[in-house]
């Protein structure tokens, strides 16, 4: 058999799905495609050289996603003026009689 399975005291990190994670080494030369991986039911890295290699790969694929930085709130103005001018400022009677347009 070709292929072994490198068990690692510290157990390697579940993939983003939650599938355990396990360390391949194909122990084929590396022009015929061996090298270590380390994989699981859904993903797996490339092929490296050193196996080290190969989990810090494990690793950078499956690291928790970065949240988005807060926007930073907007600079009040002290200087500025709004008017009211929506439609949910008039008052009672005036949403009722329609508002007037203008007209007495």
Known sequence: MTQEHISHPEGLPNCAAGHRARHIHDKRCA?????????????????????????????????????????????VADNVVQFKLGLAEQSQQQRAIGGRHGRS
């Open 31 to 75: 022009s015929a495609g061996g090298g270590h991986l380390v994989e699981c039911a859904c993903r797996s890295t490339s092929k490296h050289a050193d196996p080290d290699a190969a989990i810090a790969a494990w690793r950078r694929l499956n690291r928790p996603a970065r949240s988005a930085r807060p926007s930073p709130a907007p600079a």
